[in-house]
């Protein structure tokens, strides 16, 4: 398998941009992570979707952050506006729980620069 | 989810043991202690977790108390590409939502 599969790698945008980060879970994955590495904050989930549907959204920032699973095999992230403090590493993470083994597969992150 | 206290930097010499602690002494029944690192630039990876005994993989031991407000994270035999932050979590059994915290910058030297 080729393990979490994000895009783009790099991003870099200007103030009021729409920016939108992708990810591939690996297949049969049953839970997908979505999480925020600053050096401020450190690493912080964002949300979580379990069989592509969203089950915690509380670390979420704010509304111009959003996420979507349309199906098993893929979800977006979404900044609309972007904001030079949305500036982070996004990884993208994924787990199959139903197996019994609970840990999770991160991606190799989206570096996103806002100008 | 229990809190964890790491030390924020630790030293290692190549081949030796690496020797990595962690509080949680406010730990509940359920929760589980898992280990994940970071090198530099990548996703985190998985290393190893466990409930109440040790535990051992091909990446690692696991050690945790009788009872369970500290374990320690054993590399038996450090090398150079294991220099990265390692991260002690406790969450539940469902693993579901991982509170990463500082965790301990590890540096392996020649």
């Known amino acids: 398998d080729a393990g979490v599969i994000q895009s783009p790698r790099h991003e870099v945008t200007e103030m009021g941009q729409e920016v939108t980060l992708r990810c591939k879970p690996i297949?049969?994955?049953?839970?997908l992570f979505w999480y925020r590495q600053t050096m401020m904050r450190g690493l912080e989930l964002l949300i979580y979707?379990?069989?592509?549907?969203?089950?915690?959204d509380s670390g979420m920032p704010e509304d111009r952050f959003s996420a979507k699973m349309p199906n098993a095999s893929f979800s977006t992230l979404k900044i609309q506006p972007s904001e030079p403090r949305d500036s982070a590493v996004y990884f993208c993470?994924?787990?199959?729980?139903?197996?019994?083994?609970?840990?999770?597969?991160f991606g190799p992150g989206t570096r996103l620069t806002v100008l | 989810d229990a809190k964890t206290t790491q030390p924020p930097s630790m030293d290692c010499a190549e081949g030796r043991a690496a020797n990595l602690p962690c509080n949680h002494s406010?730990?509940?029944?359920?929760?589980?202690v898992y280990w994940y690192r970071q090198i530099h630039s990548q996703g985190p990876q998985y290393i190893i977790h466990?409930?109440?005994n040790n535990e051992t993989n091909e990446m690692a031991s696991l050690i945790i108390t009788e009872d369970r407000k500290s374990s320690t994270l054993i590399l038996p035999h450090a090398t150079l590409r294991d220099t990265a932050v390692y991260y002690c979590?406790?969450?539940?059994?469902?693993?579901?939502?991982?509170?990463f915290g500082k965790g301990t910058s590890l540096l392996v030297t020649p």
């Open positions: 979590i406790s969450t539940p059994n469902s693993g579901y939502a991982l509170n």
């Open positions: 406010t730990i509940s029944g359920n929760e589980y």
């Open positions: 297949s049969g994955h049953d839970y």
């Open positions: 979707f379990n069989n592509n549907v969203p089950i915690d």
């Open positions: 466990g409930l109440k």
């Open positions: 993470a994924s787990s199959l729980v139903a197996s019994g083994r609970l840990e999770q597969f």
